[in-house]
């Protein structure tokens, strides 16, 4: 690694020790934007990768609430306002037992450059909890929710800092977040996004990411004179980016023939057509039961506490979680003849698998670039909060659809090689820093 490199993660590392994911976030960007830094020293100077790298805020707050016992519980509450340069802080919620401060300052940082790829004026910040929803009551919910908010309603506001969702927190969870918002504040305004299509969410924003994934993918097979039709598809996870990526990937004629969750994945040679996808989406979205339930209802093999990646494909979406494509997982794919992988997760492949898909020259989209369309919907859930309208389905996915090739455009423009290989962790990297850093450099020492 270059020394100056190693030099900036040193600092960076003695002031956020135990920080493994944030700093995994930090070395990718550092390895990008260094090079880039020292050949414009205007933002040396003015130190925007020591400052860009320092959350400008970061919340941690109790959370007490009854269960349904009435035994009280405690969990802890987090919110990451990582960079408000280029417009209000945007980024989702998180309740999962893994979340601690070191994961929500990755998620943040990430937030920073892909909000900026966009286009639209959202800074970057992310939050959540410890708090596991499995197995909790629609009341236990609720009450979390309240608490949580109870809290948290200091710190945002449409024009401050808008959450949205994220694993854990979907339709369910951000009503309840928003009405108690209303309730304290005494105002309907748009403090969150991702709200129901009835008061005030946008048409599209559920479908978002899955669809805008799979968008880019498009874009980055076309480079390749390829198509997504006919090409059999690996997705990870079965959560609402899975489930959205399967329904375009099925729109496109591809084959989709993994899901998973946290106990295993299910592989369906036959495809996971638009019933079975339909059964998946009532399973997980309203009886929130196991992926292992598809392969007792169709007779397919499930592998219990594995991920699909030892399954042949043409293109894989790592849709799950962080860190969960490991370098022996990036060669089992590439020997197995996959020429894709687009990123609908944040950060699921390690640094070593990267490595191991830019050697091999496939295409490889980082999250950053390649699942920012949950977020460009969300603004466009703001815009229209703004306006008190609503646009119609056609008119959000056109607008999706078209940010999505724009970043795609912003990836292949910063990170073209030499030989003609589009480096799209490269390009994601510089495209999403220059607005940032440009921002923070006309606002002076904030
Ligand atoms: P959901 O909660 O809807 O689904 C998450 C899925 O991932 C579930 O299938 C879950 O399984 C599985 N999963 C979660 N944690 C783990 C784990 N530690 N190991 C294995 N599987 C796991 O979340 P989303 O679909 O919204 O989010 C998925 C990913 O996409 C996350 O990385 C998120 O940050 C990212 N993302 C989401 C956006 C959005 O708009 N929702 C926008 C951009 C990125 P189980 O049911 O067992 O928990």
């Given amino acids: 690694m270059d020394t100056l490199v190693k030099e900036f993660l040193a600092k960076v590392e003695s002031r956020n020790q135990h920080e493994p994911e944030f700093m995994q976030a930090v070395q990718e960007v550092a390895e990008a934007i260094i090079p880039f830094i020292e050949q414009n020293p205007k933002y040396k100077k003015a130190k925007i990768l020591e400052r860009i790298t320092e959350p400008e805020r970061v919340l941690m707050f109790r959370v007490p609430w009854l269960d349904d016992q009435n035994e009280v519980q405690v969990n802890r509450g987090y919110r990451v306002q990582m960079n408000s340069a280029i ?16 994961i929500l300052k990755f998620l943040a940082f990430e937030q920073v450059f892909k909000n900026s790829l966009t286009g639209l004026p959202m800074g970057g ?33 449409a024009d401050i800092d808008v959450p949205a969702g994220d694993i854990g927190v979907g339709g369910r969870e951000v009503g309840y977040l928003f009405g108690q918002y209303k309730r304290i504040k005494g105002e309907f305004t748009g403090v969150l996004t991702g709200k129901g299509a009835t008061w005030g969410g946008s048409l599209i924003r559920p479908e978002a990411t899955g669809y805008g994934v799979v968008y880019f993918a498009e874009d980055m097979l076309e480079t390749r004179g390829e198509r997504l039709t006919g090409k059999t598809v690996v997705i990870s996870g079965s959560g609402n980016v899975a489930q959205y990526t399967a329904e375009m990937c099925l729109q496109a004629g591809a084959k989709v023939v993994t899901l998973s969750d946290s106990d295993g994945f299910i592989y369906d040679p036959q495809g996971i057509d638009a019933e079975k996808l339909a059964f998946v989406m009532d399973l997980k979205n309203e009886k929130r039961g196991r992926i292992k339930e598809y392969a007792d209802k169709y007779g397919c093999e499930y592998f219990e506490g594995e991920r699909p990646w030892g399954i042949p494909c043409d293109i894989a979406f790592p849709n799950a979680t962080q860190n969960e494509v490991n370098e022996e997982d990036a060669r089992t794919l590439v020997k197995n003849g996959c020429i894709c992988v687009a990123e609908g997760a944040n950060m699921p492949s390690t640094p070593e698998a990267i490595q191991v898909f830019k050697e091999a020259k496939i295409l490889y989209a980082p999250g950053k670039a390649s699942n ?51 480096n799209y ?21 904030v």
């Fill in 372 to 422: 920012a369309g949950g977020v460009a919907v969300s603004g466009l859930e703001m815009s229209q909060n703004s306006l008190r309208y609503s646009w119609s389905r056609d008119e959000v996915n056109n607008r999706l659809r078209d940010i999505m090739k724009e970043i795609h455009q912003i990836c292949v423009e910063y990170g073209t090689e030499e030989d003609g290989y589009v």
């Fill in 125 to 157: 910040g992310k939050g959540g909890s410890d708090f596991d929803p499995k197995g909790k009551s629609d009341g236990e919910i609720m009450k979390f929710c309240q608490s949580f908010m109870t809290e948290l309603y200091r710190h945002v506001g």
């Fill in 425 to 445: 962790e490269k390009g994601a990297n510089l495209g999403g820093f220059v607005k940032v850093a440009d921002a923070m450099l006309a606002q002076g020492v």
């Fill in 87 to 102: 417009g209000p802080y945007k980024g989702g919620l998180r309740f999962h037992p893994s979340v601690n401060l070191s």
